[in-house]
């Protein structure tokens, strides 16, 4: 009896983690009306460009972008943005559009709800500082999301990429 009792313990704490990250991540993927997986009512597509801003990248991503006259949503880490505030003042300059990807790129599934609050929070800030705007929009690093990401991740929109989707012209979700 003994036994049994032990194996359910360790079944449940090794189910756990998995209901905080990958069950959650799933779930909220497939119901909750925050995720934006496909822009419904436009034609083309989306450029996003993650991870960033990278001081040799995405100035030459920039310049690309001008001289097409194509627009992109960035979604900026937030110790980036505090190390490179000229490249995201020219992104915004440019009409680029800029939303949050975590401050140090850490994946939600390792993150308990206030540390992901801290991420985005921070970066919302680092955003704020550097053009004065809040951003509205949130892609979580490879698309990892856990149990307590909606309501930590108020008022933002979610951004997934597993489909591509777009805008003419980069406006307010």
Same mark, same amino acid.
């Given at each position: 009896m003994k036994r049994n009792k032990i194996n359910w313990l360790i079944g449940i704490l090794l189910f756990l983690p998995i209901a905080y990250g990958m069950l959650a991540t799933v779930f909220i993927r497939m119901t909750s009306p925050r995720v934006m997986k496909k822009h419904p009512a436009r034609? /083309?597509?989306?450029l996003t460009f993650d991870d960033g801003p990278h001081p040799v990248y995405t100035a030459r991503l920039l310049d690309l972008l001008k001289e097409h006259d194509i627009q992109a949503i960035f979604f900026v880490v937030g110790e980036k943005v505090r190390a490179y505030p000229d490249i995201v003042r020219r992104m915004k300059e440019e009409g680029h559009q800029i939303g949050i990807h975590h401050y140090e790129h850490t994946s939600s599934w390792l993150l308990t709800p206030w540390q992901l609050r801290r991420q985005l929070q921070d970066t919302d800030a680092a955003i704020k500082d550097i053009i004065g705007e809040q951003p509205t929009l949130y892609r979580p690093?490879? /698309?990892?999301m856990n149990a307590a990401t909606l309501s930590v991740s108020r008022p933002y929109r979610i951004i997934m990429k597993n489909k591509l989707y777009q805008t003419q012209r980069m406006g307010k979700y």
């Open positions: 034609k /083309g597509i989306t690093p490879w /698309g990892f």
